[in-house]
């Protein structure tokens, strides 16, 4: 039996022997391989991109993530930070986790073991064909995704993985897998490392590239963002005096009043010319 990847030996030993910068730079420089590993597979992650948008765009469908541990607990950070960030419903992207919202937290025992529960927990978001589903798992062998990646395209769903190593039961199971092989962990089998960095850089692109596509962004700028807190409110006015040359002032009463750097923008450059 081949040793997975995720599982092979840390090129490193008698890691309590380094001092602190040793170890420092040696984490560094293993977190350098993360982005050319990503860079290796972004023509599968541009075919789930485009597969997303039309799903979401056209037939009206939603995006969900699946996951156990620190793969779970990704895409549940992932698609909880589509609503400020992008002003979308929290019922378009939808992250679960083995062992439901108490696992974010705290591990649960054996939550990760069931190949049936993702399916029970899909289905409780009224999951159907016009959905995309995303397992995500590091080792590609957790029966929690595997099942929920199974049982979706099953039933018609158009479906993705995200793993860290090649040839896996989930990439065999999912249509499109994203197969990112970041090579043994700094600390042998710590996943939430590199691994859990890769995952992160992978949502992070399929996320923001669907929402550009589907229209969120404006330029370069979230102008549908949640003014959830101070911060954001001034980056909201410094976005409408940058794009409108207007003052401080005028923006902040045109935000206080639409509630959306978006909608000032359209009323304001919908006016007549004087």
């Known amino acids: 039996m081949n040793k997975k ?6 090129l490193y030993d008698h890691l309590e ?3 602190t910068a040793e170890i420092l730079k040696n984490i560094n420089n293993e977190d350098k ?13 541009e075919k789930v991109v485009d597969r997303v948008v039309e799903q979401i765009g056209v037939h009206d469908g939603r995006l969900f993530y699946i996951g156990a541990g620190t793969s779970g607990r990704l895409g549940v950070l992932d698609a909880s930070e589509c609503p400020p960030t992008f002003g979308v419903s929290e019922n378009l992207v939808i992250g679960l986790i083995a062992g439901g919202d108490v696992a974010l937290r705290k591990a649960v025992e054996n939550a990760e073991d ?17 959905d995309v589903l995303i397992g995500i798992a590091a080792s590609g062998t957790t029966p929690y995704v595997i099942g929920g990646i199974k049982k979706a395209r099953e039933n ?15 990439s065999e199971a999912a249509e499109v897998p994203i197969e990112v092989v970041v090579g043994p962990e700094f600390v042998t089998g710590s996943t939430r490392m590199k691994s859990g960095t890769s995952q992160k850089l992978v949502l992070n692109m399929i996320s923001t590239s669907v929402m550009i596509r589907l229209g969120r962004i404006k330029g370069n700028k979230m102008v549908d963002m949640q003014l959830s807190n101070k911060k954001l409110v001034g980056r909201g006015e410094l976005m409408l005096m940058e794009e409108l040359h207007i003052s401080e002032h005028l923006a902040r009463t045109l935000l206080q009043e639409y509630k959306s750097v978006r909608k000032v923008l359209e009323v304001f450059k919908n006016q007549p010319e004087k």
Do not use: H, R, Y
């Not at 982005?35 to 599968?44: D, G, L, W």
């Open 5 to 10: 990847t995720t599982e092979q030996a840390s």
């Open 17 to 19: 022997l380094m001092n």
């Open 33 to 45: 391989k993360v982005p050319e590993a990503v860079e290796k597979v972004i023509p599968q992650i």
């Open 114 to 130: 069931d190949d049936q529960q993702a399916w029970k927990d899909l289905q409780e978001k009224n999951i159907s064909e016009k």
């Open 156 to 170: 018609g769903l158009f479906t993705a993985c995200i793993t860290n190593n090649a040839g896996s039961p989930l």
